[in-house]
């Protein structure tokens, strides 16, 4: 089963509009992690936001995590043409057996221009 | 380059065949992880593995076979008794302590003919 489900499944937007997405989750984690993921590629690491934090910031990219809402929102402002693609949360957990790294189902994202 | 390279990037396999993907990584990370990815759907976790000799079942297991005999190898065999193994498999890394980012290859897509 699914840890993060993403919402909306899918976006569109003009270039320069700001793009949000969400992520909920089920269980306890120790970090949320974005990804992206262009057309039938590998996925990219965005952002990385600690289970004790509650917002991080990257270049163009806003994270927000509220832990007693098992939720997180991914905020791409000024979007660009090149924005286009998947975007992906996905939690982390440390079990007895190792640190497990879950995803969602996705956000596919397009930027008209 | 440091990177993590996974082959071939296309492979077809007949009904009832077992086939091995190659995934090979020379980050020296401990952590390694294969996920399977449907058409428009997230990435659903097969086996990772925390350890040389040591690897857990993911969400998805069943028809699905790994070893993990070197640090920088961890190749996944889709045996016959995955009924449906047509899909999008990708291979990540990560250095496998608490919260620290995953790195994934280029994927391979398995097509059974």
């Known amino acids: 089963s699914q840890q993060g489900e993403e919402d909306p499944q899918a976006l569109s937007i003009q270039e320069g509009e700001n793009a949000t997405m969400n992520c909920s989750y089920k269980t306890s984690i120790n970090n949320l992690q974005w990804y992206r993921q262009n057309s039938g590629r590998g996925l990219v690491h965005l952002i990385l936001i600690r289970s004790n934090e509650r917002e991080k910031h990257s270049g163009r990219l806003r994270v927000t995590l509220d832990t007693s809402k098992k939720s997180s929102s991914l905020l791409i402002t000024a979007s660009r043409a090149a924005d286009t693609a998947s975007y992906f949360c996905a939690t982390g957990m440390i079990k007895a057996a190792g640190n497990k790294l879950t995803f969602g189902g996705g956000t596919r994202v397009l930027v008209k221009p | 380059d440091g990177g993590i390279t996974q082959s071939p990037k296309y492979l077809f396999r007949k009904e009832g065949q077992n086939v091995t993907l190659s995934c090979e990584q020379n980050l020296n990370h401990d952590a390694m992880y294969w996920y399977r990815q449907d058409p428009g759907q997230g990435l659903r976790l097969i086996y990772y593995?925390?350890?040389?000799?040591?690897?857990q079942k993911g969400d998805i297991a069943e028809g699905y076979s790994v070893s993990r005999e070197k640090k920088e190898s961890f190749p996944l065999t889709v045996t016959s008794a995955q009924k449906n193994p047509t899909a999008f498999y990708l291979c990540a890394s990560s250095i496998g302590f608490l919260n620290t980012e995953a790195f994934f290859g280029q994927g391979t897509r398995l097509t059974v003919v």
């Open positions: 593995s925390q350890i040389v000799n040591d690897f």
